[in-house]
């Protein structure tokens, strides 16, 4: 028998081998990654001054583009029919992060886009909302962020605005009309409906409105949707003496028909800036109301407004008031221009005329399309 001293090494090297291999492996990989850490210090203090700016050029661009993505995400979520047909459930909408997908969505498209790329990302876009960028004030290549380009004006003569006479209303925007009607009440207060549901009055101004307990007085709404390639710029709906805006921090819900079918309130609880005035015969207020990824409503009365704040810098709950000439107000023809959007959202109009004068009379019905300046209603002044 042989001794142990005298086996074969052949198994036991045989069994060292890969052990070996793996410590030479990595004792290579060490060698090599501290040769490379080493020229990358010596390179990083020979060019700091010069990377530096490179690295926050890049990081910039990777933030914005990231939050590109989240805010394409959640909008093909909720905006895109075919992805909303397979949200069942209201509570999915509310647990969205709708402020924030909404500021970074604001960010990256602030961010300017290089000019060879503007003409085929603008004309992606056009071609699948069904924009007409041939109205466009500039040609694409001068718009230097999609926030630009969104709120784009319109060529001069674009539009005609119609003349609707006393107690009339002409379209503030391009879009579809949701639901038109006068002004009813559920037996406790005065509402407006939409896609088969009814919002206070109330809720939506968050005040009572004289007008709605005046017997003498006769209140009717229009329920007017902006789709994302719509012009997306808000004017007077008539002549308008504007006194008050109220700038009422809340939700942003989406406001596509599938989700107004199947949240209730959305708006009365979403963002909205509320203009409120009078006109010819009566009282005016218009609310345009936010969306997510439109939480940015501007107003050009007041550029310096800025909407869509994170909530720890507003007090939640609470409308922040503008009083226009000292409360006297500013004068507007109609068809001017008064707020924008930065993408597409609703504007609602509630107004008043005097009973005396005479019925109001739609000329558009649910489903209709209008275009800024197109006659909506008009009163039939009693002879």
């Known amino acids: 028998m042989r ?23 990595s004792a290579s990989a060490k060698r090599f990654s501290s040769t490379l850490e080493s020229r990358a210090t ?17 990081a910039a661009v990777v933030v914005a583009w990231a939050c590109v993505g989240v805010g394409a ?15 069942q459930d209201a509570a999915l ?66 539009r005609t605005i119609e003349e609707a006479g006393p107690g009339g209303i002409v379209s ?15 037996g406790r ?22 007008d709605l307990i005046d017997p003498t007085k006769q209140v009717h709404y229009l329920v007017l949707y902006l789709a994302p390639g719509d012009y997306h710029r808000i004017h007077a709906p008539c002549h308008w003496n504007v006194r008050t805006r109220r700038w009422i921090p809340g939700e942003l819900l989406p406001v596509n028909d599938r989700a ?10 979403n963002e909205r800036v509320i203009l409120e005035g009078e006109c010819e015969t009566g009282s005016c207020a218009m609310a345009a109301i ?13 550029p310096e407004l800025a909407t869509n704040r994170p909530y720890r810098a507003l007090s939640k709950g609470k409308d922040h008031i503008q009083r226009y000439g000292e409360g006297k107000g500013v004068l507007l023809k109609a068809g001017q221009e008064v707020a924008s959007f930065n993408l597409g959202s609703t504007v609602v109009i509630v107004h008043s005329t005097t009973v005396e004068d005479g019925p109001i009379e739609f000329h558009v019905k649910h489903g209709d399309r209008i275009r800024m300046g197109q006659v909506l209603a008009t009163q039939q002044r009693r002879q």
Request: hydrophobic content about 40%.
């Open 73 to 87: 995400a959640t909008y093909a979520l909720v905006q895109v029919p075919s992805a909303a047909e397979q949200v």
């Open 189 to 210: 207060e005065a509402c407006f409906e939409a896609k088969g549901r009814r919002y206070s009055i109330h809720g939506l101004l968050r005040r009572e409105w004289e």
């Open 172 to 186: 503030p925007v391009d879009g579809r009309v949701m639901s038109v009607g006068k002004a009813t009440t559920d």
């Open 93 to 158: 909408y509310r647990m969205l992060p709708q402020r924030t997908a909404s500021r970074a969505f604001g960010c990256a498209a602030s961010v300017p886009l290089p000019t060879f790329a503007r003409k085929w990302i603008y004309g992606g876009w056009a071609r699948a909302f069904h924009a007409n960028l041939d109205e466009a004030e500039r040609s694409m290549e001068e718009y230097r962020t999609l926030r630009e380009f969104f709120a784009r004006k319109l060529k001069p003569g674009a």
């Open 3 to 25: 001794s142990a001293s005298r086996l074969p090494s052949w198994p036991l090297q045989g069994a060292m081998r890969p052990l070996s291999l793996l410590r030479r492996a």
């Open 290 to 302: 936010g969306a997510l990824n439109v939480g940015s409503i501007g107003v050009t009365l007041e």
């Open 42 to 58: 010596t390179h990083t203090r020979e060019n700091a001054g010069k990377e530096r700016p490179k690295r926050k050029r890049r």
């Open 260 to 269: 107004v079918e199947r949240v209730p309130g959305i708006y009365v609880e």
